[in-house]
C-alpha cells in the first residue's frame, strides 16, 4: 500500500471525507486535472479497468493512488485501506498538457457474490500556492490536493437496489426527505421531485448521492410544504424510481403508501 510522507492515511481520509465522498470525480481538480471515467465496474469477467488523467494546467504534477474499501451503514459511511485492489502504477507524472492512464485491477480473480465498493484515492502534489477549498495543508506546509473515483466490484448476474423513501419535518420546520438501501445493488442519485397535494413541486437537482447496501442518506428540502399526499419521482442510475408519501397533518412524519421502481 503506498503511503505519503506528507500525510497520515486518517488523514487522507478527512481530507476526502470533507470533499463529499458522494461527489463523482469528472474534473476532480477543477478544470487543470481531468479524470475519466467517474466510476470503474470490476467484476471476475471484467478484473481490469483503466482510469485515464490529462494534465491541461501548466506545471507538471505527480498523481499517487490509494486503495480504500468504502462502507455504508446507516447514515455513516467510512474508509479503510485494502489490497483487493491494485494500481498499476501507484504513482503517475505528468508533464503539461499529457496525458497517461492507470490500470486498476483485482489482486485475486474468481466469482464474488456479494457487491464491494472502493475510493481510489487520488493526491495530487505539489503545485499552486491557492488552489480553493479542495486542499489539505501538509506538515511542511505544502498544499496538496485530493479526490476519489469510486470502484464497483459486481457479482455474477443481476444484483439491484431498493430504495425505501420517507419524508418528515425536522423540528426547525424543513422536510427531510431520506432514502435507505434495503436492496444487494448500489444505487445513484441523480435528481428527485416531490408533487404534494396542491401541486407544490419542491426539485433536487444535480444529486449524485450514492447509497451502497445498507445505507441512509438524507436532504432538507424545503419548509413550506403541506400535509397531505406528495407523490415522488427519483432519478436514478437503475431507472425511475417512484412512492406515494403522505406527510401528517400534525407535520411530524410521513408513511410510505405505495412503492414501484
Known amino acids: 500500500m503506498l503511503s505519503s510522507p506528507q500525510m497520515s492515511f486518517m488523514s487522507r481520509v478527512a481530507a476526502a471525507v470533507a470533499l463529499g465522498l458522494s461527489i463523482f470525480a469528472g474534473t476532480a481538480f477543477g478544470e ?37 474499501q468504502w462502507q455504508h451503514e446507516g447514515d455513516r459511511e467510512w474508509l479503510t485501506p485494502s489490497r483487493k485492489l491494485i494500481t498499476v502504477p501507484e504513482k503517475l507524472t ?69 430504495l425505501n423513501w420517507s419524508f418528515k419535518r425536522n423540528s426547525e420546520g424543513a422536510v427531510i426527505l ?13 435528481s428527485a421531485n416531490l408533487l404534494g397535494p396542491a401541486g407544490q413541486s419542491i426539485v433536487k437537482r444535480n444529486m449524485s448521492d450514492v447509497l451502497l447496501p445498507g445505507g441512509i442518506r438524507s436532504w432538507t428540502l424545503a419548509p413550506e410544504a403541506a400535509a397531505g399526499r406528495w407523490q415522488l419521482t427519483a432519478d436514478t442510475n437503475v431507472g425511475p424510481m417512484r412512492a406515494e408519501l403522505e406527510l401528517d397533518p400534525d407535520e411530524s412524519a410521513a408513511i410510505v403508501l405505495t412503492f414501484s421502481q
Do not use: C, D
Open 32 to 68: 487543470t486535472l481531468v479524470v475519466q471515467p467517474e466510476q470503474l465496474r470490476l467484476s471476475a469477467a471484467r478484473p481490469v479497468a483503466n482510469l485515464q488523467f490529462r494534465n491541461s494546467s501548466a506545471e507538471e504534477t505527480t498523481l499517487r493512488f490509494e486503495v480504500t
Open 94 to 162: 505528468l508533464k503539461p498538457g499529457n496525458s497517461g492512464k492507470v490500470k486498476v485491477g483485482l489482486r485475486l480473480s474468481g466469482p464474488r457474490w456479494e457487491v464491494e465498493a472502493f475510493r481510489i484515492l487520488i493526491t495530487e502534489a505539489p503545485r499552486l500556492p491557492n488552489v480553493g477549498k479542495n486542499t489539505a495543508q501538509s506538515a511542511a506546509g505544502q498544499m496538496i490536493r485530493q479526490s476519489s473515483v469510486p470502484v464497483f466490484l459486481l457479482p455474477p448476474g443481476e444484483v439491484n437496489p431498493r
Open 178 to 190: 431520506r432514502a435507505s438501501n434495503s436492496g444487494k445493488g448500489y444505487a445513484r442519485l441523480h
